[in-house]
């Protein structure tokens, strides 16, 4: 029946238990004609290794599936135990994804499919990152890169925060995780339904949050309770008002007439005598947005500077929720 179905067959033989020399039963099973047989021991585990090897051997190459370009990509991350497959859980209203009180039942990355009336997306729920001093079998391990490898993959990342810690120092490496990858971002304070308020609450975590992810003042902020199902409609319309602003191309003209502004404004600093000159400026990307400007003296743009024009595009163009690159080139240099 095997031979007939013309699939591949890979031969194992339990119960070899015996280690060093071969136990010579296993030459009887040749006489199945289905190839070399391998011994193994489930008791022991002798010989799995060979065993998997033989049947990766068989296996396709793994190819993405393609989604539909309309598809928005969005990864939830954050440390273990914050309520990321929760959040997951109330979006599907299904459990998709294991739930548990003990932080990092999440191994994987999961991926779901899930569509309404605002659009489709993919869900990538995500193992929490740990602490690395606590990352210490290789299991952790890969789940940290898989988390890592969802936040390449996706369009939106949603950061999400536990409304009772706070911003903890983990939060700020997932966050900074994020960032440096150019992702589009959302901070989400989930357990917000099991925090005593008052009329102010919110306006002091919002400063808190805003403090403590300094470099992350570009994204917005929605306080949640997956549990409840509080706000969690809005996360759908602030995921897509993000995407839009990561793949926001400006003009040449417009951003040169923002920059003809921003100069007359604030002067260009000066070293020793010498004026920095802004040129022009131009996009040369988007996912982030990438901007090049061209000057006199690269060494004379100051990092300061630099957070000042990014400031003024923020202001004039908007942008909320990405990140910006600004590239600082000297005038006959290669654009790009």
């Known amino acids: 029946m095997l031979l007939r179905s013309r699939k591949p067959v890979v031969l194992a033989v339990n119960k070899m238990d015996q280690t060093g020399q071969m136990n010579p039963d296993i030459y009887e099973f040749y006489n199945l004609g289905l190839g070399d047989p391998f011994p193994v021991s489930a008791v022991h585990g002798h010989g799995t290794g060979d065993l998997l090897d033989a049947c990766l051997e ?38 998709r994804v294991i739930v548990s009180d003990v932080a990092g039942t999440t191994r994987d990355a999961v991926d779901s499919l899930f569509e309404n009336e605002t659009g489709k ?70 357990k917000w339904d099991a925090v005593e308020k008052d009329g102010k609450t919110m306006d002091r975590m919002r400063e808190d949050i805003r403090r403590d992810l300094a470099y992350m003042t570009y994204a917005p902020i929605v306080f949640i309770s997956a549990l409840t199902g509080q706000r969690v409609p809005r996360l759908f319309e602030l995921i897509r008002y993000v995407s839009e602003q990561c793949s926001m191309r400006i003009t040449t003209g417009m951003l040169n007439s923002v920059l003809a502004d921003a100069t007359a404004r604030v002067q260009p600093p000066t070293d020793k005598g010498k004026r920095l000159k802004v040129f022009y400026m131009t996009q040369v990307g988007v996912k982030p947005p990438h901007f090049v400007c061209f000057c006199n003296n690269a060494e004379l743009f100051h990092f300061s500077y630099q957070r000042y024009l990014e400031n003024q595009i923020r202001a004039t163009f908007g942008m909320e929720g990405t990140p910006i690159r600004l590239t600082v080139r000297e005038k006959g240099d290669k654009e790009g």
């Open 58 to 95: 068989h296996f396709p190459d793994e190819e993405e599936e393609e989604l539909e370009p309309d598809v928005m990509r969005v990864a939830v991350i954050g440390k273990p135990n914050v309520g990321k497959s929760s959040l997951i859980n109330r979006i599907l209203g299904e459990e």
């Open 121 to 190: 997306y993919l869900f990538i729920d995500t193992a929490g990152m740990r602490k690395k001093s606590k990352v210490d079998d290789a299991i952790e391990k890969y789940s940290v890169l898989r988390a890592t490898m969802a936040i390449e993959r996706c369009d939106v990342c949603l950061i999400m925060l536990d409304a009772n810690e706070g911003v903890t120092e983990q939060d700020t490496k997932v966050a900074g995780l994020a960032h440096e990858a150019g992702k589009g971002c959302i901070i989400v304070v989930n």
